[in-house]
């Protein structure tokens, strides 16, 4: 497996995703293109094709001006995954960022490769990515039930595994999991 940082050269490889195979099994999600965490625009009166539109043309803007970070996994020349992490800078509806935290928010793996445990590789490929690129910890926010449709966002499991562990509830189900990437003071 091959992972690739989200950059205006894997662009074509995210939105091609994101159009034909990341919500077969979702259709409700389609359109998403990961734009709610980086604080998407007032969508709330367009139809969903234009949300789906205007969702499309934000990543592709803030993928060029280095407003949008995550992550593509490749088994191949097949995208297998995708997760958006990066600086918790980025995440501006989500509180506390600071300069060397990093953030993992978002998973979507191909409908064809779920239960594979994909979204673990995935995630361990990211902290090490974000390690290597200096940031002093990461963190997730997984949903509590191992079920729910909700777990685009990882489990506690898979988090735990990481080496992650739980620092705070966050309400509505969900829980905050730190993992510090250095020695931290």
Sequence with gaps: MELKRLTVETLDEFLNYFDHRAFLTNQEWAGCYCQFYLGSANNADLSSEEKSAQ?????????????????LLFDGD?????????????YPIVP????????????????????????????????ADLSARGFEAVEGAPRCSETSIKSYRGT??????????????????FVLMRKYLTSYP
């Design 55 to 71: 969702n499309r043309a934000l990543a592709c803007s803030r993928v060029a001006t280095g407003e949008m970070e995550g992550y």
């Design 78 to 90: 097949q995208m297998v995954g995708w997760c958006a992490a990066g600086s918790s800078l980025l």
């Design 96 to 127: 506390d960022a600071q300069e060397k935290l990093a953030r993992v928010l978002c998973f979507n793996i191909d409908p064809d490769w779920r239960g594979q445990g994909i979204a673990s590789t995935l995630l361990e490929k990211v902290v």
């Design 156 to 173: 506690v499991s898979m988090f735990l595994t990481q080496g992650f562990e739980q620092v705070a509830e966050l309400g509505d189900g």
